[in-house]
């Protein structure tokens, strides 16, 4: 190697390797095994993702010599931080409590705060005041979610910039306006379209005073809790956002006027590169959406973004989890630029967050800007092959479902014609399938539960069922937000209440021949079984299947799995079934096919195995054990 290292490349002395000798290399690995099936896998948005990138899968990428804080944004807005405010959100039943909160919170790290009304609360002007009193509004963002009430925001923020001399330009937050949302989950607009609109308009203008104060809201989050993918979220939203320009424009307001007063807020699911992707993609495409609007310059163009956890993967079983899940997914959306962000405490899915658990989450993501130093580099991701090619083919994806439906008329009429709601229903079913087979595992709920966890009191039932907003007056089909393992955990919950006062059912886990294969199908069923809140007891081995029996009987089992390897099966399996047809549910760990009709025959006809789909065939068991009709 030569000593002058002066401008010397680190590799020069190596050779560069093809892709062809990479994969030639694999193949050899994999010794004959098929490289596609086994390495590349398809996400739920359609895109096949590779084992490995190279600089080749960069050549017909055109934004890549963009700098930050360059149109059209695919890395970031900022240009020399990846800052993000700390947002949490508090619920206003009692508007001196919620502010005292308020106060509290901003001591502790927080420095964007999110102001939520029930449904039911008809805020009044006093208690906007009320809330806002001793926050200083030039120096926290503050946001409101209050239905009808936003122009009231709007009237007392008039007022406290007078009073208290503050500088309008130097005053951050949002109203959380959002027709879509209404019309999507409720089927119908409130009061009419044409009054949606207009009131969006009236809105942008009375906020005029307030440049950095936004007004609409664009509500991606509950497209991803009603079970759209990545692709689906960001079409519908981008949509949307196109239709408030060209129905604005129309109430006579430029894109000037539009474009700024618009925020985004996205959901961030446990897909880690593809949500970094994500937020690039979403940047990209509304800047140039805007950009065909005619905008007087490029910044305003810019999209502002605010993401929270989605609840669509959260658990109520080994809740403990979702602090996990939340961590690597707010890592994803900060690496990803995200403006502001929430982190969903453990809890909220399934009762009222309690001070643990907003300290919890609220920490989350201050050791990501503190400890990990997330908020100084901007744009982590720049660069890389993978990121970069997942960003690209969700640019190209996702304009692709937006101009279908653009096609239709834009997002109202895709969702008149039900196209937004076939879309999402269809990925809905998909993620609900994927969970009932295993092939995605949720821990501690469909795979690996905690045997020892159990409810002894009733929680929130509304916690375990979609949730419906469907109005009686609805004129188009609604989307319902819900959580992946809901059918899971009704499945668990029915054992825990049945377990009040009934035995807790036993799976008795025989375990016989194979060392290896009886210790591996053992531990298989015994979390299958585990998933629905059954008791499970493991063995270390039995000599006979009567010695296994007469064990199982002593212990009281319900059900018995014959846990060994195929060749086993063929001695055992006989024995097995006709020693447990009219005394008690055997159950064979495994599917050996060579042996199934002869079992079937013998009246064993209960396998499980890899390929179950474990909710439905779980419900069976209870259904024949009495749990459930």
């Known amino acids: 190697m030569s000593q002058d290292k002066t401008n010397q490349n680190l590799f020069e002395d190596f050779a560069p390797i093809s892709t062809e000798k990479w994969e030639e290399k694999i193949q ?7 490289y596609h099936r086994r390495l590349f896998w398809n996400s739920p948005e359609g895109i096949q993702v590779k084992p490995f990138y190279r600089s080749e899968d960069l050549e017909n990428i055109n934004y890549l010599e963009n700098k930050p804080n360059e149109f059209p944004f695919v890395r970031g807005t900022k240009k020399h931080n990846n800052e993000w405010l700390v947002r949490q959100d508090i619920f206003v039943d009692d508007v001196e409590k919620a502010n005292k909160k308020a106060l509290d919170i901003l001591m502790k790290g927080v420095n964007s705060l999110c102001f939520i009304f029930s449904d039911k609360y008809i805020a009044k002007v006093s208690d906007i005041e009320k809330l806002m009193e001793n926050i200083q509004a030039d120096s926290v963002e503050v946001n409101f979610k209050i ?8 009237a007392v923020y008039e007022e406290l910039v007078k009073k208290y001399n503050r500088a309008p330009e130097e005053i951050e937050g949002s109203v959380d306006f959002d027709p879509f949302y209404n019309l999507t989950f409720k089927g119908l607009f409130c ?15 009375a906020a005029e005073f307030l440049p950095n104060f936004k007004t609409l809201s664009v509500n991606g989050l509950n497209l991803r809790n009603a079970g759209a993918n990545i692709v689906q979220e960001l079409a519908f939203s981008l949509s949307m956002g196109a239709e408030y320009i060209t129905r604005l424009t129309d109430e006579g307001l430029s894109v000037d006027d539009i474009a700024p007063r618009i925020k985004f807020h996205f959901g961030v699911g446990s897909n ?8 690039r993609a979403a940047r990209a495409l509304w800047a ?20 929270s956890n989605i609840s669509l993967n959260k658990t109520v079983y ?57 908020d100084k580099v901007v744009d982590p991701g720049a660069g890389s092959y993978y990121i970069e090619s997942l960003t690209n083919e969700l640019i190209d994806k996702t304009w692709e479902l937006f101009l279908k439906a653009d096609e239709l008329g834009g997002y109202t009429d895709a969702v008149k014609a039900g196209f937004v709601q076939d879309e999402i229903e269809t990925s809905a079913n998909e993620r609900k399938d994927f969970a009932a087979k295993r092939k995605e595992i949720y821990l501690g709920t469909n795979q690996y539960p905690n045997f020892t966890e159990a409810f002894d009191h009733v929680i929130n039932p509304d916690s375990l069922k979609p949730f419906d907003q469907t109005s009686k007056s609805a004129t188009v089909r609604t989307l319902k937000q819900f959580r992946v393992t809901q059918d899971f955990e009704m499945l668990r919950f ?21 060392q290896n294969m009886r210790k591996a199908r053992a531990q298989f069923a015994c979390n299958f079984f585990a998933v629905a ?33 195929d060749d086993d099966y063929a001695a055992l399996g006989m024995d097995f079934a006709k020693a447990t047809k009219d005394t008690t549910i055997g159950v064979v760990a495994g599917y050996p096919k060579n042996l199934i009709e002869e079992f079937k025959a013998n009246g064993l006809s209960k396998l499980i195995h890899v390929k179950s789909n474990i909710l439905e065939e779980l419900k069976a068991y209870q259904r024949e054990l009495g749990i459930i009709e």
């Open 28 to 34: 050899t690995d994999l010794k004959g095994a098929d």
């Open 147 to 154: 239905g009808p009430g936003a122009h009231k925001v709007i």
């Open 191 to 205: 009061q009419s379209e044409d009054y949606a609109f207009k009131h969006a308009a009236q809105l942008i203008q």
């Open 272 to 279: 880690y590169f593809m949500e970094i992707a994500k937020l």
């Open 288 to 307: 140039n959406i805007v950009n065909a609007y005619g905008p007087e310059n490029t910044d305003k163009t810019k999209m502002y973004i605010h993401s």
């Open 318 to 374: 080994d809740a403990h989890v979702n602090m996990l899940r939340t961590t690597t997914e707010s890592f994803s959306a900060m690496l990803g630029g995200t403006d502001s962000f929430t982190v969903l405490p453990y809890n909220a899915n399934f009762e009222w967050p309690n001070e643990f658990s907003e300290r919890i989450a609220r920490n989350q993501q201050l050791l990501l800007k503190e400890e990990s130093f997330i």
């Open 494 to 514: 029915t054992t825990d209440m049945y377990a009040k006062e009934n035995k807790r059912p036993l799976a008795f886990m025989l375990t016989i021949g194979n």
């Open 533 to 565: 809140g059954f008791e499970v007891q493991d063995n270390n081995g039995f000599k006979t299947i009567e010695e296994g029996l007469a064990a199982a009987k002593a212990a009281n089992a319900q059900i018995v799995v014959l846990c060994s390897s």
